[in-house]
């Protein structure tokens, strides 16, 4: 089977099976020939991994055991939405969480929760357990499909006193079907107005790689996906004016290498602040951040665990989520840390924004708590050596054609 970057892949094949929300950007389309299409259902992408997860997926054969079975899920998430909800009285809370300075000024929290394929019943208790524990970086993306309720619940984080909206810093991304320019800020619009906000502090584009223009993420005929006429360059520039509209505060990049990198440096105006990229130690991207540190561009991590919660269907062949090496196992062990914050202080130590997805108290907990470890040079040059140039999103079947496509080259 062809392997689909994840939150693709399950939109495909979810939105056969979920009725199509109007949204924002159905409206959008009415005023933009190009554009004319639906709007990604709240929740839609979350489910259908939910279809393909363990919680989910029980092999119910009668009626008795269907109804033990949905008893069991019904349990699971009542006690991890009570965990959710007393979290900071369970666990307390981070009061300072470091960030990285961005060429522009702006401070960029060093980790943030992530928010693709979080399970939708319990998406609005992760956001807000997250922030009662201390994260102040959320990343979310308009084809993830849960902006809605992570920006009600980072609004009712704000309602209630515990940060006002300049102590977040929430990062979204420009997905591919949005580069014509016209489309730029109507997609950033539209997104901030399903979140309830009046800015990002940082908007990427999502991808290099441009699809045709319509109401379809993911456009196809017969199978073959369609591309646009326009390019990364071209949703760039656009991309700056949405800086001077004061809509976004700084603009960045996602999966871009070394040269598209340094494309958009020299043609732009306003230079990217940030690649996100995939970053773990099979995959240290070594190359490109020291690349992109000629250029200042920060790295923000994703996949950082080693994504151990995406179905292998949807990552590429014979790559293990890192956070069950034996090495890394062994190596946090004896220093008294877990796995998982291990793999976080690595990137911290390495001066990267950290994006983690977790959708347990416990794990919020657990993963901010990498802010209390350290790791020494020689434990970084130790992590260093198991990288195997191995990604687990490699976009084959999804763009792997185009010619902007971002891993043709090394780095
Ligand atoms: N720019 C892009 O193209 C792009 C692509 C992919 C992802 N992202 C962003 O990055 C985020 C994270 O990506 P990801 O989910 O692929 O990778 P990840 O953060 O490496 O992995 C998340 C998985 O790790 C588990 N986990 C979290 N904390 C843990 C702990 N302390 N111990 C053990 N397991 C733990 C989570 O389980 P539980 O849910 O059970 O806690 C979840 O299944 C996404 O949500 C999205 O915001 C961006």
Redesign the pocket.
Known sequence: MEFKVIFIMCFILFRKLVPVEMGEIQKMAANSPPFNGNSIPDGAVNKKLAANTPLFNGNATDGAVEENYNLDVENEYRSKTEELIAARSKYGSVNEMPYIELKNGQKMPVLAV????LEPKLIKHIIRAAIDLGYRAI?VAFIYGTERPVGEAIREKILDGTVRREDLFIMS?LWSTFHYPELVEKACRASLETMGLDYFDLYMI??PMSFKEGGDPIPTIANVLQYSDYEYLDAWFAMEKLVHKGLVKGIGL??FNSSQVSRVNEKGSIKPLVN?VECHPYLNQERLITFCKTYDVAISC?????????PVDYKSPGVKPV?GDPIITTMAAGMHI?P?QMLIRYQLERGHNV??????AA?LW??IQSLNCRLTQNEVEALHLLNKNKRN?SFIGMGDTHKNYPFKDSF
């Open positions: 992530g928010t693709a394929l990343d991304k999502h991808n996602s999966n996100q994703f996949g950082t665990l080693g994504s151990p919660g995406t956070i877990t998982a994006v983690v997805k977790a959708s347990s794990h657990e993963n999103f």
